[in-house]
């Protein structure tokens, strides 16, 4: 069964320093998301992404965050300056287009990040 | 904007026994999409059942059932013949409608459930 996955499995990094999430999404999909877990709390939407550009973005999901499809299967988050508060785990979703509409999303494994 | 409580932080029960978790939540569309997932140790997000908020019937897996109460916006989950590994974190969640240029899942905040050997 065709399944989201995520690289790495984990990430610790260094705040100030620039961190990319990796996803690879199922491989049909055209709407792509970016959800993060804080330890201990709910999962909260960060971004959603079709056709190149962004459809729609939460508060959290500042300056310093960027997404990008650099080529025909990955879906990449990129964290420009790292601060401690990023410390959490990331999900990336996917889902199929019916009728240019968004249909069932598929999680990924997640990746967890830890900035010191 | 939509929300979805879950009001029970912590569950437990007895290995074999039945074990309902609540959820609520609050929208003014009319047709939307439902959702338990698990989250295990490993974190990772695992669904465990899916409803559609136009059908009536309440959805079923396996040993996991819904009951869906569509006027009082609740929509809750029992685990039948509860076993080890069913202890996990179980987030209730909301889906925009489909049909909805703009998509997004909103996750209620948890609830732990332990399983008691």
């Known amino acids: 069964e065709p399944e989201v996955t995520q690289t790495p499995s984990h990430q610790v990094t260094q705040m100030g320093q620039e961190v990319i999430l990796r996803c690879v999404p199922i491989s049909n999909h055209l709407y792509f998301y970016w959800y993060r877990q804080i330890l201990g709390q709910k999962v909260e939407f960060l971004v959603s992404f079709y056709n190149n550009e962004i459809s729609e973005k939460s508060e959290i999901f500042d300056d310093q965050f960027s997404v990008e499809r650099p080529d025909g299967s990955n879906f990449t988050l990129k964290i420009r300056s790292t601060k401690l508060e990023d410390s959490a785990m990331y999900f990336c979703?996917?889902?199929?287009?019916?009728?240019?509409?968004?249909?069932?999303?598929?999680f990924g494994p997640g990746t967890r990040l830890t900035v010191t | 904007a939509q929300t979805v409580t879950q009001s029970q932080p912590e569950m437990s029960v007895q290995e074999a026994e039945t074990v309902t978790l609540s959820c609520t939540y609050d929208?003014?569309?009319?047709?939307?999409?439902l959702f338990w997932y698990k989250q295990p140790p490993s974190r990772q997000m695992i669904l465990v059942i899916r409803?559609?908020?136009?059908?009536?019937q309440n959805a079923t897996e396996n040993r996991f059932s819904v009951n869906f109460q569509k006027a009082a916006k609740s929509f809750s989950l029992k685990i039948s013949d509860s076993q080890l590994g069913d202890a996990a974190m179980y987030f209730c969640?909301?889906?925009?409608?489909?049909?909805?240029?703009?998509?997004?899942?909103?996750f209620g905040p948890g609830t732990s459930l332990s399983v008691i050997p």
């Open positions: 979703a996917s889902s199929e287009v019916v009728w240019g509409l968004p249909y069932e999303q598929y």
């Open positions: 969640a909301y889906r925009t409608p489909w049909g909805t240029s703009y998509d997004k899942v909103i």
């Open positions: 409803q559609e908020a136009y059908k009536q």
């Open positions: 929208t003014s569309e009319s047709d939307y999409y």
